[in-house]
């Protein structure tokens, strides 16, 4: 039985998978009290492959890297339906982070950020609005174009 | 009627503005039980410029890049005014992210976000001794020279 | 009188010295409610010294950033012993920031991450299993080629 906000994200035609195993010795989220910290997920798609690899402001478009921006969204939603059962069960979007993997001179991180941000305002409503730090790193793992993590406060 | 912390901040010539609209479709910050987290910070002055834009170890010298992290500080300040109306809220300053847009051959790292570190004693005392990660990124939004953001606890 | 889990650290021939001074202007740890903010460690060993400098991808091999990675591990250790006084009051390992000083072109940060990933699983066994985000790095202070933050449930 899926909760209103997973009926929401179905009208979107986004479905939520079994999340990608972490890539190394560590777990997708760790609750504490009723704050639920996940894990920076890259963007990998339904069939497991990343959506966009490479650096923004190289190889890969704005537009590439806000789909993958988005998919990173999605993938901290299959992480929170694992984790709760139930995504209506969040109470807030606390907090995103947002790692784009981009050359030195690339200046547009926050539009390619917007991906994520966008899908958590359209999934959660108001309580979906976040703080967020957004930053261009010098790379990623396996060179995904984008990492983000999440901070939730949940019931 | 300004508290305690913010007369000290104005004996010091330092006024607290309207913050710095978010950049993209975040908030600037978000409360969760007594904690406070605030976005990452670019370094606007007053009059909405940044400060310092370039790199540390490019165009950006250190003594810039800790005038850019202390006017980050800022406006974390000035976020915090927003969202809890009085700074002599601050319970504690638990934990400044520093991000500083770096050449890879650039060092001094820590010695620019003493910039926003110090303004945090200054303004509040022992309550601003935190805890602190800075690393050297590829690039930042707008090419912004340094971004802090913040987590506080808060009454 | 050491607990468990310094025990079973010294079984391992692994001893908390007196944690390296912040190297600038902040504290090693700030505990808010039941969490437990550490400060980014950098990889400093028994002597004071890094035990790695340099960039992944260029003069420092994945085995050592792993075992730079897990020093950066057990200096998060000696900080939460000064802040505890007891290793067994951690209730859980929430989340690990890993930051690889890492050439644009060096693809396997995670496995470096396993240096500090695994050391807190051989500590706390379940309880070490934590959420956790890794990213390349333009640089870190004195060109250390790893820094681990953590955040720690305690109680």
Redesign the interface.
């Known amino acids: 039985m899926a909760g209103t906000v997973e009926k929401k994200l179905a009208d979107l035609g986004i479905t939520l998978g079994t999340p990608a195993a972490?890539?190394?010795?560590?777990?997708?989220?760790?609750r504490?009290?009723?704050?639920l910290?996940?894990?920076?997920q890259l963007c990998f798609g339904a069939e497991g492959k990343l959506l966009a690899v490479g650096?923004l402001?190289g190889a890969v478009s704005i537009e590439d890297g806000q789909k993958a921006a988005r998919q990173c969204a999605v993938n901290l939603l299959a992480q929170i339906k694992v984790a709760l059962g139930d995504l209506d069960k969040v109470q807030?979007?606390?907090?995103?982070?947002g790692?784009i993997n981009?050359?030195?001179?690339?200046?547009e991180?926050?539009?390619v950020?917007?991906g994520a941000?966008?899908l958590m305002?359209t999934a959660f409503g108001d309580k979906g609005?976040?703080?967020?730090?957004?930053?261009?790193?010098?790379?990623?793992?396996?060179?995904a174009a984008v990492?983000v993590?999440g901070?939730f406060?949940v019931s």
Chains 1, 2, 3 share one sequence.
Not at 37 to 40: A, L, M, N, T
Not at 102 to 107: G, H, I, S
Not at 129 to 143: C, K
């Open positions: 972490p890539v190394a010795n560590y777990v997708g989220f760790v504490t009290g009723n704050l910290v996940v894990s920076g650096k402001g807030r979007v606390v907090r995103l982070g790692f981009a050359t030195p001179d690339f200046l991180t926050p539009k950020m917007n941000s966008d305002v609005r976040h703080a967020r730090t957004t930053i261009g790193v010098a790379v990623l793992p396996m060179d990492e993590e901070l406060e």
